[in-house]
């Protein structure tokens, strides 16, 4: 599964940005879509997950209602819409494709991720003033 990642940038905290992670060659619709991120030196850790029908989604802790996930299979496309960002969201961010929801799940909330099927290849987002 290829997919493309964009969207990153240089913002202010407190501020917003949205990324876009497009599949290439591929029908999205059979997969649930995650988003991780990896700081220097850190390990990387799950973010936000959608279900392949949209219907449930799952965050980590530190970004519940700041961050939205969300899909567009028309254009096959997945979304993190990211608010009231701070320095601590300072990152690469990846997204990621899987056939099993659990799979991402366990990724974003245990930190367990796993060999997904497909990953973007990463975005960076950068907090600062």
């Known amino acids: 599964v290829q997919l493309q990642a964009s969207g990153g940038g240089l913002v202010q905290p407190g501020g917003s940005l949205r990324l876009s992670c497009a599949g290439s060659g591929v029908n999205l619709e059979d997969y649930a879509l995650g988003w991780f991120r990896q700081a220097p030196g850190k390990v990387r850790q799950g973010v936000a997950c959608?279900?392949?029908?949209?219907?449930?989604?799952f965050y980590r802790d530190s970004v519940k209602g700041r961050f939205t996930i969300s899909r567009d299979d028309a254009k096959s496309t997945v979304y993190l819409q990211m608010n009231y960002l701070n320095a601590q969201d300072t990152a690469v961010y990846y997204c990621a494709a899987d056939s099993s929801t659990q799979a991402l799940r366990v990724g974003v909330q245990d930190g367990a991720i796993l060999n997904y099927d497909g990953w973007g290849q990463g975005t960076q987002v950068t907090v600062s003033s």
């Open positions: 959608i279900s392949r029908d949209g219907e449930a989604t």
